[in-house]
């Protein structure tokens, strides 16, 4: 089945510094990824539709200039977590819809990747 | 504003005991619903997408309803592991909706040999 690929898996920065996330779709292309954050116990919320070749959307709240979104090519889509603080200490997760799927509706999620910032 | 509310937060299973996990959702249009699992410190894996009242889908040991208010995923016979959060998000119809989740805070589910 389709795979979504996340990298680092797990992070640890100094506060202050950047930090950089991955997300790839292995065996499919996809015009449109989402980055999710979750905290301990709590469901996903989405913070911004990342679209091939186009600037990002964010959702009501999340800070653009702290979260930078880049969705380079049809498998790639990364975000970048500037200047970051522990309050930014999460677990980040994208999905992405395969772009022959006009109609379809099977959303993948990746692994997840956990940062911490001390 | 989409809505997603799941109950129980938490259930405790005996292996075998069947029992129903219930998502309870207000959205404009639906596009559809999703159902999701997930384990401690991984990603969502994919189970089901329902699009219209009515539709049931099975994987397993595990089958998915919906109605227009609500779906419900209902586990038979329960092996230990199935347990997992299990996440419940909808999808609302529009252009720049398209592929956007909102999740419900999700069901913890703990089954004991």
């Known amino acids: 089945g389709a795979v979504v690929s996340q990298h680092p898996s797990r992070v640890i920065c100094k506060s202050g510094t950047s930090v950089k996330i991955e997300c790839r779709s292995l065996?499919?292309?996809?015009?449109?990824m989402f980055w999710y954050r979750q905290f301990p116990k709590k469901s996903l919320m989405l913070m911004a539709t990342?679209?091939?070749?186009?600037?990002?959307?964010?959702e009501q709240g999340v800070e653009k200039d702290k979260f930078l979104i880049n969705h380079a090519s049809l498998t790639l889509s990364t975000l970048t977590v500037t200047s970051a603080h522990p309050e930014d200490s999460s677990f980040y997760i994208c999905?992405?819809?395969?772009?022959?799927?006009?109609?379809?509706?099977?959303?993948?999620f990746g692994e997840g990747s956990w940062l911490t910032v001390v | 504003e989409d809505q997603v509310t799941q109950s129980p937060e938490a259930l405790r299973l005996q292996e075998g005991e069947s029992s129903s996990l219930n998502c309870s959702y207000t959205v404009s249009g639906l596009r559809g619903l999703f159902w999701y699992r997930q384990d401690p410190g991984k990603g969502p894996e994919f189970l089901f997408t329902?699009?219209?009242a009515g539709e049931e889908k099975e994987k397993e040991r595990l089958k998915a309803t919906l109605t227009k208010k609500e779906s419900f995923l209902h586990i038979t016979a329960p092996k230990p592991e199935d347990s997992a959060t299990y996440l419940c998000a909808v999808q609302a119809t529009g252009g720049t909706s398209y592929g956007k989740l909102t999740f419900g805070q999700g069901t913890i589910l703990t089954v004991h040999p």
């Open positions: 065996d499919f292309q996809a015009t449109t």
């Open positions: 999905s992405a819809i395969p772009t022959f799927l006009s109609s379809g509706n099977t959303i993948y």
């Open positions: 329902l699009y219209s």
């Open positions: 990342s679209n091939e070749g186009s600037k990002a959307t964010y």
